[in-house]
Antibody, heavy 117, light 107 residues
Framework: QLQLQESGPGLVKPSETLSLTCTVS??????????WGWVRQPPGKGLEWIGN???????YYNPSLKSRVTISVDTSKNQFSLRLDYVTAADTAVYYC?????????WGQGTLVIVSS | DIQMTQSPSSLSASVGDRVTITCRAS??????LAWFQQKPGKAPKSLIY???SLQSGVPSKFSGSGSGTDFTLTITSLHPEDSATYYC?????????FGQGTKVEIK
């Protein structure tokens, strides 16, 4: 059974960098059939797609975040990562990682990241 | 960006009712439309992709239809465990965008 688990700091200071890792178990991140993605959800609000990455490193980002976001993949560790620079309070959200087969079909449980000094 | 608009924003229905949620895209997206269910404190769960294809393991009480700009999610025979927020999402073009959600409550 495929499982995804987000990890990283739960508190980040304004103007600093948010870094999260998604560890994939029960399957290979190098599968040619899948992308891997990040979605976030501010408290009490809706879902926002952040970006996708293919195991080869090809990425697609939301233009609203594009200048600040980097998604990378480490096939040796079966992990992919999210980096969001210059965060503000508006980046406070639950961050989900997901496997993408056409659409996100397996999700991590999500991790709350609060941006506050 | 393609805007996705869901209606209603919330609804209350009785056990056994049939419920329909509508999702409208600001431009044509063919059938590149997915539906997700999210319960409080949980990750979204994929229900439907390609507008009407059921994800593996999803009960047939859920069905989707539509193409172009107008789509519907129908839940037949509503049960208490169907209480959740439902989101549509287009994947016709990047950036992928979600509807604002429809909260389904049980009377």
């Amino acid at each position: 059974q495929l499982q995804l688990q987000e990890s990283g700091p739960g508190l980040v200071k304004p103007s600093e960098t948010l870094s999260l890792t998604c560890t994939v178990s029960g399957g290979s991140i190098s599968s040619s059939n899948h992308y891997w993605g990040w979605v976030r959800q501010p408290p009490g609000k809706g879902l926002e797609w952040i970006g996708n990455i293919y195991y080869s490193g090809t990425t697609y980002y939301n233009p609203s975040l594009k200048s600040r976001v980097t998604i990378s993949v480490d096939t040796s560790k079966n992990q992919f990562s999210l980096r969001l620079d210059y965060v503000t309070a508006a980046d406070t959200a639950v961050y989900y990682c997901a496997r993408v087969l056409v659409v996100p079909d397996y999700w991590g449980q999500g991790t709350l990241v609060i941006v506050s000094s | 960006d393609i805007q996705m608009t869901q209606s209603p924003s919330s609804l209350s229905a009785s056990v056994g009712d049939r419920v329909t949620i509508t999702c409208r895209a600001s431009q044509g997206i063919s059938s590149y439309l997915a539906w997700f269910q999210q319960k409080p404190g949980k990750a979204p769960k994929s229900l439907i992709y390609a507008a009407s294809s059921l994800q593996s393991g999803v009960p047939s009480k859920f069905s989707g239809s539509g193409s172009g700009t107008d789509f519907t999610l129908t839940i037949t025979s509503l049960h208490p465990e169907d209480s959740a927020t439902y989101y549509c999402q287009q994947y016709n073009s990047y950036p992928w965008t979600f509807g604002q959600g429809t909260k389904v409550e049980i009377k």
